[in-house]
T-cell receptor, first 113, second 114 residues
Framework: EAGVVQSPRYKIIEKKQPVAFWCNPI?????LYWYRQNLGQGPELLIR????????DSQLPKDRFSAERLKGVDSTLKIQPAELGDSAVYLCASSFGPNSPLHFGNGTRLTVT | GENVEQHPSTLSVQEGDSAVIKCTYSDSASNYFPWYKQELGKRPQLIIDIRSNVGEKKDQRIAVTLNKTAKHFSLHITETQPEDSAVYFC?????????????FGKGTLLTVNP
């Protein structure tokens, strides 16, 4: 089966610029997650979708981050404006729901200069 | 919320030795405990998981044990090989209800020396 697909793989932007990441989950996975992983740390949840609904966005910095999952399939995560501290790997994952393994994409490595 | 502590942060073993990584969690309602392996520059991948209704699970050279009373679980890798070198993350999830969340530990960098 095709895995979780993310793009771009790498992104370098200047601070205050906008940036967007795209994710295509595994077919049939209703649950989609965006995680942020800083160097030397474990992934931290930003937002979780059940189909089109964002059911947990408590850790999403809503003043600059936004996300959407149109038609309950693909998702985009946007940062506007980016700050130096946003430099990290942004991982998308999908699953069948609770108690089931997460399948991660390759991630987008964001560098903000 | 859930807090997952993972130890050690780094672990170096000789090829053929065993490696043990330990995690503790704070939420007694957590009932799903996966382990992920992340090689340098790659995505995290599930290697084994355990649910709260069992105390131990084994898959070839990898085993996980769970002690719900003490709220800790461990990953055991036997007969380690250089390709086992990676960062390993434990995680805990409270799957009761719709407001579930998977919380990761900070990771253990395992180095297997030939």
């Amino acid at each position: 089966e095709a895995g979780v697909v993310q793009s771009p793989r790498y992104k370098i932007i200047e601070k205050k610029q906008p940036v967007a990441f795209w994710c295509n989950p595994i077919s049939g996975h209703n649950t989609l997650y965006w995680y942020r992983q800083n160097l030397g740390q474990g992934p931290e949840l930003l937002i979780r979708y059940e189909n089109e609904e964002a059911v947990d966005d408590s850790q999403l910095p809503k003043d600059r981050f936004s996300a959407e999952r149109l038609k309950g399939v693909d998702s985009t995560l946007k940062i506007q404006p980016a700050e130096l501290g946003d430099s990290a790997v942004y991982l998308c994952a999908s699953s069948f729901g609770p108690n089931s393994p997460l399948h991660f994409g390759n991630g987008t490595r964001l560098t903000v200069t | 919320g859930e807090n997952v502590e993972q130890h050690p942060s780094t672990l170096s073993v000789q090829e053929g030795d065993s490696a043990v990584i330990k995690c503790t969690y704070s939420d007694s309602a957590s009932n799903y405990f996966p382990w992920y392996k992340q090689e340098l520059g790659k995505r995290p991948q599930l290697i084994i998981d355990i649910r709260s209704n069992v105390g131990e699970k084994k898959d070839q050279r990898i085993a996980v044990t769970l002690n719900k009373t003490a709220k800790h679980f461990s990953l055991h890798i036997t007969e380690t090989q250089p390709e086992d070198s990676a960062v390993y993350f434990c995680a805990a999830e409270n799957s009761g209800g719709s407001n579930y969340k998977l919380t990761f530990g900070k990771g253990t960098l395992l180095t297997v020396n030939p």
